[in-house]
């Protein structure tokens, strides 16, 4: 059985239909990238999936629970991680706090807590960062450290949204590596991305989204070569080129 | 490192705490005790509004509802159902806790700003049904008779709480109320609650993605500082003999103890103490010199206070000390 299995999934904004009858999964171990021109509605995915937002129409099952329509704090007990486009640090608090707050998800004990925080920390390269203040990291940090409280949650499934958005090319790099340690130690990642040079290598499969539809799913080298998906980033005029 | 700081700042409180215990024995005038006696109230009324305003972020501004309750609560207990104030101080602090779960659960799925509104609506509504309600005294208030010794004068007793004779009692009381939420704060500053406050205070739904269930730590915050602020309000009733609806529900006193916090730095352990050792003196001292028109005056300085340390430093007089030391 899929780990994460969307049903149907439509959600509309009033007269805006954001997501229109998608459906897909997500099997354990795997990695999945979530593609599309902006505005497709890959964010608004992962809102509802992780209980932001409340579907419209379909079902979301997840871990065999059927978690449509319930709260945010309820799916991550159920051990759903997220991470957050524009980065959502607790500015006041330090680096090794703010993981903290992650890691007591799974303990109410404050040693243990802070010793699985330093263990992630140490996992992402943040652990000379651990008294720095939330608010004063690069943007680069931010996103690190927001992945790495994440991880302090010990999720089966982890959504990254846009983790490479702002990052240079040698942060980039850093990011597929943790990106592909955070797999090696068995947890199943969907990311959204725009950057193709990053997804297209690193994910097992791609869904592919335009205007709230999907529009093409398989293998990457499958999909890099799929009509539709040229059409929808590049223009009906490309799709002949080849 | 961070180790050697707790254990240095926990000496230092010890150190503190045991000078506070001395100095009534040192310094024995009446009106330099009761002064001390108010600063030790108003920080653990402080402290106790910082639970929720200052580190989970929830700013209220009716905190004072709590204080009556505990208050009138005790009162009307020992002259109705002649029930010794100590009992009546955790009927009091239970009821408190029942208010903050009924005006919680709805205002705090609005967002901050609504809450702050819903909570001085709701003290103001208190503070116009108590004074309407002749059967706990309206407007006039609640006197509570003097407990007579074997000679007919005012005694000290421990059981109905009033000491007439020796008010050093008073003092303790006080002291120990100040340090158990000093306490208690450093403990949530620690823990997974304050851990959680501050979370729920820096990104809601940050939090929430992280598996906290918001709502119910909102709740937390508020039912601790209710009940807290509910015992002081019991201390009060019995300190004074006097409780009337202006004295406690009256709007300046939850802006005041906010202020305090505020002043002090919120979300800190020492804030709270701290900003009470500054205002209530200057309260004092403002009221004494100026005669009739103290208390407005208070009230202007207040005001001023609040925009100086918005604009300027809204870290309190905490962040001050950390900027002077120049971290």
Redesign the interface.
């Known amino acids: 059985m899929a780990l994460l299995e969307i049903q149907g999934l439509t959600k509309t904004f009033g007269g805006l239909t954001a997501i229109d009858d998608l459906s897909f999964r997500v099997e354990e171990g795997e990695i999945l990238g979530l593609i599309g021109p902006n505005g497709a509605g890959k964010t608004t995915v992962f809102n509802c999936v ?3 937002y409340e579907p419209t129409r379909g079902r979301l099952h997840f871990a065999g629970h059927d978690i449509t329509g319930w ?3 309820r799916i ?2 159920l051990d759903m ?2 991470t ?1 486009q524009i980065v ?6 330090s680096v090794l ?1 703010n993981v ?3 890691a ?2 799974r303990t ?1 004990n ?1 040693a243990q ?1 802070e010793r699985a925080a330093r263990h992630v920390l140490g996992l992402t390269g943040l652990a000379a960062k651990a ?1 720095v203040r939330g608010g004063s990291l690069t943007i680069a940090d931010k996103k690190r450290l927001e992945m790495a ?2 991880l302090a ?1 010990k999720p089966r499934l982890l959504m990254l949204d846009e983790v490479m958005a702002g990052l240079n090319p040698t942060e980039r790099q850093a990011a597929v590596e943790l990106v592909r340690q955070v797999r090696a130690e068995g947890i199943t990642i969907l990311m959204v991305e725009h950057v193709m040079e990053v997804i297209m290598p690193i994910s097992d499969r791609i869904v592919v989204l335009n205007y709230g539809r999907k529009i093409a799913e398989g293998r990457p080298e499958t999909i890099a070569r799929d009509d539709q998906v040229i059409a929808a980033y590049l223009g009906k005029k490309y799709r002949s080129r080849r | 490192m961070k180790k050697t700081t707790f254990t240095q700042r926990t000496i230092i409180a010890l150190v503190l705490a045991l000078a506070l215990v001395i100095f009534p024995f040192i310094v024995s005038s009446p009106v330099t005790r009761n002064l001390m006696i108010l600063i030790f109230l108003y920080a653990g009324l402080a402290q106790a509004w910082n639970i929720v305003g200052g580190f989970a972020g929830q700013v209220s501004l009716g905190n004072a509802i709590f204080f009556a309750a505990g208050g009138y609560t005790s009162t009307v207990l020992l002259q109705h159902a002649t029930v010794s104030p100590w009992l009546g101080a955790i009927a009091g602090a239970l009821l408190a806790m029942i208010l903050a779960l009924i005006v919680g659960w709805p205002v705090f799925r609005l967002g901050g700003h609504y809450f702050a509104i819903a909570t001085i609506a709701i003290g103001e509504i208190a503070l116009a049904l108590m004074a309407n309600w002749e059967a706990v005294g309206g407007a006039r208030g609640l006197t509570i008779p003097f407990v007579r010794d074997g000679s007919g004068r005012p005694g000290d007793t421990w059981f109905w709480f009033q000491f007439n004779q020796n008010k050093l009692p008073y003092y303790f009381i006080a002291l120990a109320l100040m340090i158990i939420l000093a306490g208690l704060t450093a403990w949530l500053d620690r823990n997974k609650p304050g851990f959680y406050f501050r979370a729920i205070k820096n990104d809601q739904d940050a939090a929430r993605s992280l598996g906290v269930n918001v709502l119910r730590y909102k709740l937390l915050a508020f039912v601790l500082s209710a009940a807290f602020t509910a015992l002081l309000g019991t201390f009060y009733a019995q300190y004074l003999l006097f409780i009337d609806p202006e004295s406690m529900l009256a709007l300046r006193l939850s802006i005041l103890i906010a202020l305090i916090a505020i002043l002090g730095g919120v979300g800190t352990v020492w804030g709270p103490i701290l900003g009470s050792f500054v205002l209530i003196p200057v309260g004092e001292l403002s009221r004494a010199h100026l005669g009739g028109s103290g208390r407005a005056v208070d009230l202007i300085i207040y005001g001023a206070l609040i925009v100086l340390i918005s604009v300027f430093q809204p870290a309190g007089l905490m962040g001050l000390g950390r900027r002077l030391r120049g971290r």
């Open positions: 992780s209980g932001f709260a945010p704090h991550c007990r991680a997220r957050f959502r640090t607790f500015s006041d608090l706090e903290m707050v992650g007591f998800s109410g404050r807590a008294g409280r994440a949650t």
